[in-house]
């Protein structure tokens, strides 16, 4: 008897059982509906793209996160005195790079070791600035310097050889001057003859081609953004 009604209730309990094939019809196709309806009108691939999107940013920005501080934080170099900004710098000594245009000024600085700080043992910077370094038009760069590391060779030219080159550079100043001048006089003329404007562009070409010979004769540099009258004076040295 006991094994009967077992036998009966193990009947019972699969056929009230919750699977799938005990569904009704109906049930099934409106859940395969809903399926097929979120296959297609729901933006997966948009979605995906969004979600590797900020997966990217957040990488992004970890690796853009400033190193930690320590005691060798950078030290930031100095302004000249035309407004150039040197690179951060991670040491506190430099040496001054040799031009072979070097002005009298900036020579004796030259591939020589200068401090940032005070120090006792060498030379600061702002002493070599207040003896005349980094003045106005100085292009000399500050290269950091390493204590037994870093190899300063001798100077390459002779300062009769700088003072030189420094001569042919001022006199490409008084051309480029001039030439400013003219373009000048042309722009804001008052009422003025044919003839005197016509004369007026004659001059400038003429002072062009004078500027371009000397620069091709001497292997300098031309800079054209200098040949304009509107500059500033600090400009004009640059």
């Given at each position: 008897m006991n094994n009967f009604m077992h036998h009966n209730l193990l009947v019972e309990v699969t056929n009230n059982g919750t699977g799938v094939e005990n569904l009704p019809w109906w049930s099934i196709l409106i859940f395969i509906a809903v399926v097929l309806i979120a296959l297609v009108f729901?933006?997966?691939?948009?979605?995906?793209?969004?979600?590797?999107?900020?997966?990217?940013?957040?990488?992004?920005?970890?690796?853009?996160?400033?190193?930690?501080?320590?005691?060798?934080?950078?030290?930031?170099?100095?302004?000249?005195?035309?407004?150039?900004?040197?690179?951060?710098?991670?040491?506190?000594?430099?040496?001054?790079?040799?031009?072979?245009?070097?002005?009298?000024?900036?020579?004796?600085?030259?591939?020589?070791?200068?401090?940032?700080?005070?120090?006792d043992k060498i030379m600061t910077m702002k002493q070599a600035i207040e003896q005349g370094y980094h003045h106005l038009g100085c292009h000399h760069i500050d290269v950091d310097y390493f204590v037994d590391l870093t190899e300063i060779k001798p100077n390459q030219w002779t300062d009769e050889h700088k003072q030189f080159r420094r001569n042919l550079v001022l006199k490409q100043f008084k051309i480029e001057d001039e030439l400013r001048d003219l373009k000048y006089q042309l722009d804001n003329r008052k009422i003025i003859s044919k003839q005197k404007e016509n004369d007026l562009i004659k001059k400038i070409g003429t002072k062009e081609k004078e500027l371009v010979k000397f620069i091709e004769g001497n292997n300098l540099q031309r800079n054209k953004a200098r040949e304009q009258y509107n500059l500033s004076d600090i400009q004009k040295f640059t």
């Open positions: 729901i933006p997966w691939t948009k979605i995906k793209t969004k979600i590797d999107d900020r997966k990217q940013k957040k990488t992004e920005t970890k690796q853009l996160q400033p190193p930690s501080k320590n005691a060798h934080s950078a030290f930031f170099g100095i302004y000249n005195w035309f407004g150039k900004k040197q690179a951060m710098r991670l040491q506190r000594t430099v040496y001054v790079q040799e031009l072979e245009d070097a002005c009298e000024l900036c020579r004796p600085f030259e591939n020589k070791v200068l401090s940032l700080e005070d120090d």
